[in-house]
T-cell receptor, first 111, second 111 residues
Framework: DAKTTQPNSMESNEEEPVHLPCNHSTISGTDYIHWYRQLPSQGPEYVIHGLTSNVNNRMASLAIAEDRKSSTLILHRATLRDAAVYYCILRSNTNAGKSTFGDGTTLTVKP | ETGVTQSPTHLIKTRGQQVTLRCSSQSGHNTVSWYQQALGQGPQFIFQYYREEENGRGNFPPRFSGLQFPNYSSELNVNALELDDSALYLC??????????FGSGTRLTVV
């Protein structure tokens, strides 16, 4: 299975941008890059996903390296509600596309 | 959209017993995946069902089994429960390569 590597933890100040990195050097051509976040006692929440091009939605932006071996989730203005564990995973576009979660990055947002 | 509903929310079982966890997929989603999440760790993939057939499995023994029904709802069955099976069990529905929608999980405690 293609795996991802993320820093264990990161800190940010409220209202500042946050860049959460993810390495996925063994990514295959059929793998989409997905990001989820999880609050305590809740299931993971979908944030964003992409294949090759950078993506934007109301929650965040996803910047994908040209060789697709790394990506960065960008929160443009962190709020206290963005404090969570963020997971970067790969998901194949085939029917058997299982996804492997690592331990994610715990984001702390300071007021 | 109704989201993903899991039942029960909490469950206590005795070692050696059997348990069935249930998941109602988000409307229109034909793929369901099950994950086990131990405290402080990322979700671990158990298996995935697509149109009522298992099409992906993680490193879990055969006593972990599942079903997906024609309405795309799903069950996770665990036989011969062990203490290490205590975890949060997450169900996620999706349309193939698109983002997962996770339920809030079932907290299973084995004593």
């Amino acid at each position: 299975d293609a795996k991802t590597t993320q820093p264990n933890s990161m800190e940010s100040n409220e209202e500042e941008p946050v860049h959460l990195p993810c390495n996925h050097s063994t990514i295959s051509g059929t793998d989409y890059i997905h990001w989820y976040r999880q609050l305590p006692s809740q299931g993971p929440e979908y944030v964003i996903h992409g294949l090759t091009s950078n993506v934007n939605n109301r929650m965040a932006s996803l910047a994908i390296a040209e060789d697709r071996k790394s990506s960065t989730l960008i929160l443009h203005r962190a709020t206290l509600r963005d404090a969570a564990v963020y997971y970067c995973i790969l998901r194949s576009n085939t029917n058997a596309g299982k996804s492997t979660f690592g331990d994610g990055t715990t984001l702390t947002v300071k007021p | 959209e109704t989201g993903v509903t899991q039942s029960p929310t909490h469950l206590i079982k005795t070692r050696g017993q059997q348990v069935t966890l249930r998941c109602s997929s988000q409307s229109g989603h034909n793929t369901v995946s099950w994950y086990q999440q131990a405290l402080g760790q990322g979700p671990q993939f158990i298996f995935q069902y697509y149109r009522e057939e298992e099409n992906g499995r993680g490193n879990f023994p055969p006593r972990f089994s599942g079903l997906q029904f024609p309405n795309y709802s799903s069950e996770l069955n665990v036989n011969a429960l062990e203490l290490d099976d205590s975890a949060l069990y997450l169900c996620a529905s999706s349309l193939q390569k698109y983002g997962y929608t996770f339920g809030s999980g079932t907290r299973l405690t084995v004593v």
